[in-house]
């Protein structure tokens, strides 16, 4: 059994282990998007519904995300699933320094299938670090090996946050993640990617009560090199609804 595979056994355990407390946060939501401007899709019209669940445990955190997309007639699915365990909180000491609150070992295991795609399981581990960056609601910044099923392995770093913000009365949110990865010579050349995608949401559910989190926008993706496929580079917005449970 490859390495990777039993280090993804581990933090699968060690999430399940985690699971059994009470989270001390989780969420759940459904969000509705539409582009026509996707590189790589049967069209460049596509409309995708994104399943996502985030939870902070006792141990660590998990989140994890489904994408199901749709384009020309053509369907397919694509997922992440990313444990982390907190060194500060097994070991319990803090490990903060400078803008860093947290230092953690980082998985996530990602895969997707759908018609006239190939279809791949990735697993990737490495370290993590929340950090503490004025005006963010959260941040964090991990740097992965990534053992890929279908192209060479390479390394990854994966950049999220998220900015609350008012304007007048107007509550919005600017939250979205940068993976960056790097060259690696396959048979077929797999060039370095940049995906920036970045959501700006407003507040929309206070108007129907106070506890209702419902949430329009726009999703903007820039991704160079999108695949790996040299030169293919994807600037799309896309219109968004997205509901909290």
């Not at 399940?16 to 969420?27: N, T």
């Not at 994104?50 to 007639?73: H, M, N, P």
């Not at 940049?194 to 999703?219: C, M, V």
């Amino acid at each position: 059994m490859k390495f990777t595979h039993i280090a993804l056994t581990c933090a699968l355990a060690a999430t399940a282990s985690m699971a059994q407390a009470k989270p001390v946060w989780q969420d759940f939501s459904i969000t509705g998007l539409y582009g026509e401007n996707y590189e790589l899709t049967t069209e460049p019209e596509q409309t995708t519904v994104t399943f996502e669940y985030a939870a902070k445990l006792q141990y660590g955190d998990v989140f994890a995300f489904a994408d199901r997309t749709e384009s020309g007639g053509d369907k397919g699915t694509y997922f992440e699933f990313s444990p982390r365990l907190s060194l500060g909180e097994v070991s319990g000491k803090k490990l903060s320094a400078g803008p860093v609150k947290d230092v953690l070992i980082s998985t996530t295991w990602e895969g997707n299938s759908g018609d006239g795609i190939e279809s791949f399981n990735n697993y990737l581990y490495g370290i993590g670090f929340d950090l503490a960056i004025p005006y963010t609601q959260y941040a964090s910044i991990n740097f992965y090996r990534a053992n890929n099923e279908i192209q060479k392995d390479d390394w990854q770093m994966t950049l999220t946050y998220g900015v609350p913000f008012k304007l007048g009365s107007q509550d919005f949110l600017f939250d979205g993640f940068l993976d960056w990865s790097t060259a690696e010579d396959d048979e077929v050349a797999h060039a370095s990617e940049l995906n920036w995608t970045s959501q700006l949401k407003w507040n929309a559910g206070k108007y129907i009560s106070p506890e209702t989190r419902l949430y329009l926008g726009i999703e903007y993706s820039l991704w160079n090199n999108k695949y790996g496929v040299p030169d293919v580079r994807e600037n799309n917005v896309s219109a968004l609804v997205k509901y909290h449970f």
